[in-house]
């Protein structure tokens, strides 16, 4: 790692590179372009309809603090509600998931190593605000999730199932 390369940064409150992605607002406030690979950091916003399929990244670890609402993640058997001040660590190859339970939810996470950050850009869409984006007219399509399943191997995630079913 060149470290000449990495320099300090500091962002206010709401400042980053904000993403929809996937009915979710995604404020990234570091890229691993910008931390010699070492990490990547987001600032997440959901509500309740957000799950993500169970999935494994074989390139990063994971790491969680939800700020506001609840979460719930299931890390390999165990099913976890965190609220408010939870941290979660999910290392590399651990199967997981996640799905917002309170009406909205928002939560702090880096990815440690890999290049995931470079998926999202790939994949979102620049936010028109700093809010949710608009609810989709439909579910995505089997062909729209077989491409997202495609492209989440190409950055070293493996989709092992469906989100968790709603409550």
């Known amino acids: 790692m060149d470290t000449q390369l ?3 940064k500091i962002l206010d409150n709401q400042q980053g590179r904000p993403l929809w992605h996937l009915g979710a607002l995604l404020n990234f406030k570091a890229l691993c372009a910008e931390t010699g690979g070492q990490f ?8 309740q309809h957000m799950a993500v399929p169970l999935h494994a990244h074989t390139r990063e670890d994971e790491i969680w603090f939800v700020l506001e ?3 719930a993640f299931t890390l390999g058997d165990q099913v976890i509600l965190g609220g408010p001040g939870t941290f979660v660590y999910i290392p590399r190859h651990t199967p997981h998931t996640f799905q917002v339970r309170s009406g ?4 702090f ?6 290049s995931l950050d470079q998926w999202f850009f ?7 605000s700093l809010d949710l984006p608009p609810a989709p007219d439909a579910p995505p399509s089997p062909a729209a999730i077989q491409a997202i399943v495609a492209s989440l191997e190409a950055y070293g995630t493996i989709t092992m199932g469906p989100p968790p079913a709603m409550p």
């Open 104 to 107: 909205r939810a928002r939560w």
């Open 40 to 47: 990547w950091a987001l600032e997440g916003l959901a509500d």
């Open 69 to 71: 609402g609840e979460i």
């Open 109 to 114: 996470g880096f990815g440690l190593g890999g």
């Open 122 to 128: 790939e994949t979102g869409e620049p936010a028109k």
């Open 6 to 8: 990495i320099n300090p």
